[in-house]
């Protein structure tokens, strides 16, 4: 009898362990928190999670320079940033430091008051939110806490009326 339960016993963990390897659910979902990352600047910078200013809002707009949609959201975003300026704005991509900084240029979204961008080298980002498309953006509270996902990007009246919450 003592067998059947060890067995028993065996056979549950092995099950659970089994099951929790299978999970999908995406990590931001299990953690609220901001993630860690580190991305590098197109002047050979690195800016990491620990430089963004406490008890300032976080938009992470994770994007593609060549996107059509980013280009429109980038666009709308600078045309509307006196709604976002109280927001650290983080602009992330898989492409080169230098075309990130070329499109940060060119839609002006080196304008926005507190902002960052650069390639995220280790691809942390976009494995956290598990990004299917760009634009992508992550909005959190001046707590850093997770406020809110749009995966497939969103206007920034939008994202201005999440910062007012």
């Keep these: 009898m003592k067998q059947y339960v ?6 549950v963990t092995a099950l659970f362990s089994q099951a929790q ?3 999908d659910t995406p990590p931001y979902k299990k953690n609220s928190s901001l993630p860690e990352f580190k991305i590098l600047q197109a002047d050979s910078t690195w800016f990491t999670d620990l430089l963004i200013p406490e008890h300032r809002p976080v938009i992470i ?6 996107c059509g949609h980013c280009q429109v959201e980038a666009e709308n ?4 940033r006196d709604k976002l300026d109280s927001a650290f704005m983080l602009f992330v991509s898989y492409h080169s430091p230098e075309e990130v900084g070329a499109f940060v ?4 979204l080196d304008k926005f008051r507190y902002t960052a961008a650069g390639r995220d080298t280790e691809y942390n980002l ?3 939110f598990r990004v ?6 992550a909005v959190y509270s001046k707590y850093h806490q997770l406020v809110k996902v749009f995966e497939a990007g ?3 009246e939008e994202l201005s009326k999440l910062l007012q919450e």
Excluded: G, R, V, W
């Excluded at 240029?105 to 002006?108: A, D, Q, T, V």
């Excluded at 299917?132 to 953006?137: D, S, V, W």
């Design 21 to 23: 390897q299978f999970d």
């Design 154 to 156: 969103a206007n920034a």
């Design 132 to 137: 299917q498309q760009t634009p992508f953006i």
């Design 6 to 11: 060890l067995l028993s016993i065996f056979i």
């Design 61 to 66: 707009m994770y994007f593609s320079p060549e």
């Design 105 to 108: 240029k060119k839609y002006k």
């Design 77 to 80: 975003l600078a045309q509307n």
């Design 126 to 128: 976009p494995s956290f």
